[in-house]
């Protein structure tokens, strides 16, 4: 069965460390995206990618970039971990024009 | 003016009951809405989506939309514990194909 999976699922990080969260999909959706969630914000837009090459910024893009060299992967990167990027990190997939997202289990990230 | 806004609850029904969850957005030209529910400590599934006026029946749940008004809304009939969650109301913006959430609404059922 087609999946999105994430890793990790936890990881704790010190302030100012590079981190790189995986996302790997095998539904072959073009569009992938990447969601913080946290108390009171819902799910926050952070980058998207229609396809291979292509990245958008979301509405909290700041100190977060993305990769899209295949299909099938969107690696999210904090350059510089700040405590307030202590969040869940959702990625989603999702066919063009459908709609319909698939989330995958979130990556409980915390910046000490 | 939040794009996508709900009421963050809890919103506390009784086992049997309807619940009632309502959302509205600010981009006229949006076409396509959800709902999605996550349980505490999962990720958000997708159930209903909506893409015309009126109401749209699944089983236990109904969704309705009212472009006009810009709301919709999400009813779930005979309401089970195993519905206390929060759900997210979604809306697919006509300016690009990224989806916008609102906040959530926690419901919970009680016994």
């Known amino acids: 069965d087609a999946e999105i999976t994430q890793s990790p699922r936890h990881k704790i990080t010190e302030t100012g460390r590079q981190v790189t969260l995986a996302c790997h999909q095998t539904w072959n959706h073009n569009n992938m995206f990447w969601y913080r969630q946290d108390l009171g914000h819902g799910l926050r837009l952070i980058h998207y990618s229609y396809g291979v090459q292509d990245t958008n910024k979301g509405e909290v893009s700041d100190g977060y970039s993305v990769s899209r060299s295949n299909t099938e992967d969107l690696p999210l990167t904090l350059e510089s971990a700040a405590s307030s990027q202590t969040s869940v990190y959702f990625c989603?997939?999702?066919?063009?024009?459908?709609?319909?997202?698939?989330f995958g289990p979130g990556t409980r990230l915390t910046v000490l | 003016q939040k794009e996508v806004e709900q009421n963050s609850g809890p919103l506390s029904v009784p086992e049997g009951a309807i619940a009632s969850l309502n959302c509205t957005y600010s981009d006229r030209g949006s076409q396509s809405f959800f709902w999605y529910r996550q349980y505490s400590g999962k990720s958000p599934e997708l159930i209903m989506s909506?893409?015309?006026?009126g109401d749209k029946e699944d089983g236990r749940f109904t969704a309705q939309l009212n472009k006009a008004s810009q709301y919709v809304s999400l009813l779930i009939r005979d309401s089970q514990p195993s519905d206390s969650a929060t759900y997210l109301c979604a809306v697919l913006y006509s300016s690009a194909s990224k989806i916008i959430f609102g906040s959530g609404t926690r419901l919970s059922i009680r016994p």
């Open positions: 909506i893409y015309s006026n």
């Open positions: 989603a997939s999702s066919e063009s024009n459908s709609g319909r997202w698939f």
